[in-house]
């Protein structure tokens, strides 16, 4: 299983998702600074690995607390190092998630002074590193049971080892139908503008040996027509308390068409990327990225430079689209409040 993150000395070290499939390069962050730039250029992406790469950066900052030169008092200087990390990108509400659960451990134990807050935050980003993990599998456990042998599967972007800490949400879920041979297919949207269908899970899956076609994302509709797909699985950036959710741009469109074509539209996603605090999904932010995103390709235009263009980076699935929301907990049919309330509850 490939890192996508760990902590090394002093850096916070990254899998550069940007230069993936042609190079597999770690980058260094010295530096909560650089940690923020590289979850703002996508160099690390997917909901719940973006939480956890800023938990990293958190207890990065606060080891370098004495060293920097901030005039900031520890509190200060805590609470600004979390709003940078909190800034980088607004649509995935793991990454506040992960935020808090630093900011609650702050709160109980900076009295015992910056370097034993600082190790415990370390202590407790490597923590969530191995929930991730746990947490994937049982998605995975969860999620397989839905589907039957010889399952053809469309998916979009990459919700996979790379967009987690390891084994992946809806990549999660075909792996581990895959180990119990009931994936004939996988078919992977390429996902315009950034590609993380071609570029990371065509190469993912590669790496796994599980079958993967790659289409670009206009010709779903007609493979759908063929009857070439069984179900359809997706991962999630923001589920709201009625099941509304928010993921990569082209999700929403997937999911009408599996409702034209009677084909299963299954969302898989921690409980961790489910916000109860919001009743419908119209209030969570869309993350509108650099034009330049869509007027190029592979760094070269495709378009005239100064073409107009809108580059939302996600868009909003209406509950009433979802067949079921598969978690580490359960599997969540509609009406789906009660059960993800009572599942984030724990009860
Ligand atoms: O812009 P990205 O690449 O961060 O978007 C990622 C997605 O939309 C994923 O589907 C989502 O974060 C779930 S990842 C397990």
Redesign the pocket.
């Known amino acids: 299983m490939i890192a996508t993150v760990g902590f090394d000395d002093d850096a916070v070290v990254l899998l550069d998702q940007s230069r993936l499939p042609g190079q597999v390069q770690y980058q260094r962050c010295h530096t909560p600074e650089q940690v923020a730039q590289a979850i703002r250029e996508?160099k690390v992406?997917?909901?719940?690995?973006?939480g956890v790469v800023a938990a990293f950066g958190l207890a990065l900052a606060m080891l370098r607390y004495q060293s920097t030169e901030s005039g900031l008092d520890m509190d200060q200087y805590f609470n600004s190092q979390r709003e940078l990390l909190a800034s980088t990108?607004p649509t995935?509400v793991?990454l506040f998630w992960a935020l808090e659960r630093m900011q609650r451990l702050y709160r109980d134990e900076s009295h015992l002074g910056a370097r034993h807050v600082a190790l415990r935050l370390l202590q407790e980003a490597r923590s969530m590193y191995q929930e991730d993990i746990a947490v994937n599998r049982a998605i995975g456990e969860n999620g397989e049971a839905l589907l039957a042998p010889g399952s053809r599967i469309m998916t979009?972007?990459?919700?996979?080892s790379l967009?987690?800490c390891g084994y992946?949400?809806?990549l999660g879920v075909i792996r581990s139908a895959h180990a119990r041979h009931k994936i004939e297919m996988v078919w992977a949207c390429e996902t315009r503008p950034?590609l993380?269908g071609a570029r990371l899970t065509v190469w993912e899956l590669t790496q796994d040996n599980i079958p993967v076609t790659l289409i670009t994302d206009n010709m779903a509709g007609y493979t759908m027509k063929l009857g070439k797909v069984d179900a359809i699985i997706?991962?999630?950036?923001r589920i709201a308390a009625n099941g509304d959710t928010a993921?990569?741009i082209g999700?929403f469109s997937l999911a009408v068409l599996a409702q034209y074509h009677s084909i299963p539209f299954y969302v898989?996603?921690p409980l961790s990327?489910v916000d109860v605090s919001l009743p419908d999904g119209h209030v969570i932010t869309i993350?509108e990225r650099d034009q330049d995103e869509v007027r190029r390709c592979a760094d070269k235009y495709i378009t005239v430079p100064e073409a107009r263009v809108f580059n939302p980076?996600?868009d909003l699935t209406p509950h009433d689209l979802i067949s079921a929301i598969i978690t580490e907990s359960g599997v969540i049919k509609a009406p789906f409040e009660s059960g993800l309330r009572r599942l984030k509850e724990g009860r």
Do not use: S, Y
């Open positions: 996508m992406r997917g909901a719940p690995l973006i990108r995935a793991n979009i972007c990459n919700a996979g967009a987690t992946g949400t809806a950034v993380q997706v991962g999630a950036d993921n990569k999700t898989a996603a990327t993350e980076a996600f």
